[in-house]
């Protein structure tokens, strides 16, 4: 499979609870994306990485958020003490030039 | 925040027909993507078109750009069941560099 995957596909978690997701791009992709797409809404813009450096964050990924992509390969998207308002789906992209490959996305649920 | 909006909302036609979606959005941009979700699914990349581009084919796909009026249109051509999804419209804004700004879409649904 050489798309983007994304694991888990869905995540329920109580509230206050720490959740990690992670995403392998397409392995000649540079670039990795986050979004966040909640119900009706087209995906917004967390944060993005070139290699292994994150190169913009937006105003959305509070404190509680956290993005890594350790030797510029897959990602994680870490969530502490996630809150109700966290519910959403969670894409991740890869990019190469102008393309982006999303991938399938984590749904999480906060209960 | 989100750059573009989708017109209509929702669309409802019968197999066969043609279906047109408009996007409207509000800073100048390098290119322009129209992306399909099926429903709690993942974005499929359709189409991108280069902000010196005013028209391009992809099979049943037309898409239109006009920069000066900052809108776009994806027209499905003999539409089928298994269009139905949702449509998003996506800006990579010339100010902000490498990213995707999305419009909420647009729900299609095709009968047959």
């Known amino acids: 499979d050489t798309g983007v995957s994304q694991n888990p596909r869905h995540k329920i978690t109580k509230r206050g609870q720490n959740v990690t997701f992670r995403c392998d791009p397409i392995?000649?992709?540079?670039?990795l994306y986050w979004y966040r797409q909640t119900l009706g809404q087209g995906p917004e813009f967390l944060t993005y990485?070139?290699?292994?450096?994150?190169?913009?964050k937006s105003r959305l990924l509070s404190d509680r958020f956290s993005a890594e992509r350790p030797k510029g390969s897959f990602s994680t998207l870490e969530i502490q003490r996630t809150e109700q308002g966290d519910s959403a789906m969670y894409l991740c992209?890869?990019?190469?030039?102008?393309?982006?490959?999303f991938g399938s996305g984590t749904r999480l649920t906060v209960v | 925040s989100q750059q573009g909006e989708e017109d209509p909302q929702a669309l409802s036609i019968q197999e066969g027909e043609n279906a047109t979606m408009n996007c409207s959005y509000k800073?100048?941009?390098?290119?322009l993507q129209w992306y399909r979700q099926n429903s709690g699914r993942g974005l499929v990349h359709l189409i991108l078109?280069?902000?010196?581009?005013r028209e391009k084919h992809s099979g049943r796909l037309r898409v239109t750009l006009d920069t000066s009026k900052k809108s776009s249109s994806l027209l499905i051509t003999a539409s089928r069941a298994a269009d139905t999804a949702s449509y998003f419209c996506?800006?990579?804004?010339?100010?902000?560099?490498?990213?995707?700004?999305f419009g909420a879409g647009t729900i299609l649904r095709v009968k047959s």
């Open positions: 992209a890869s990019s190469w030039t102008d393309g982006y490959t």
């Open positions: 392995s000649e992709h540079n670039r």
């Open positions: 990485f070139q290699n292994e450096a994150q190169l913009e």
């Open positions: 800073t100048s941009i390098n290119n």
């Open positions: 078109i280069r902000s010196n581009e």
């Open positions: 996506a800006t990579e804004p010339m100010e902000y560099g490498n990213k995707l700004v």
